[in-house]
């Protein structure tokens, strides 16, 4: 779970989920109320996400798979992705260029 760089709270999963899906592009600590930034490797982490999602569409083209297949596939990738990104975020109190 990501700690903040402010006051070195460790963020609960449940926190760390709603503030991954929010359009800032800072996390806000919910204990000292400080913005907190991804570090440049959590971002490109986070960047092949939805490269991930594809890849029962690219398995179907070489296996002819079931439509349902398909598309159980993608949304198990997004669970266990929603599931184990959290855990894999460091955050820091300076905004880093991702490159």
């Known amino acids: 779970m990501p700690v903040c760089a402010t006051c070195h709270h460790r963020w609960s999963f449940k926190e ?3 503030a991954m899906y929010t ?6 600590c919910p204990n000292c109320r400080k913005e907190q930034h991804l570090t440049s490797a ?3 982490r ?5 490269f991930l ?4 569409m ?10 349902l297949t398909v ?6 990738i ?17 905004e880093e260029p991702i490159w």
């Open 16 to 18: 760390t989920l709603r």
């Open 23 to 28: 359009l800032k592009p800072t996390m806000t």
């Open 42 to 44: 959590s971002r490109k």
């Open 46 to 50: 986070g960047a092949f996400a939805p």
């Open 53 to 56: 999602v594809l890849i029962p």
């Open 58 to 67: 690219l398995l179907n083209v070489f296996f002819d798979l079931n439509w």
């Open 71 to 76: 598309i159980g596939g993608m949304v198990l």
């Open 78 to 94: 997004a669970v266990v992705f929603n599931l184990v990104y959290p855990r894999m975020i460091e955050l820091t109190d300076k």
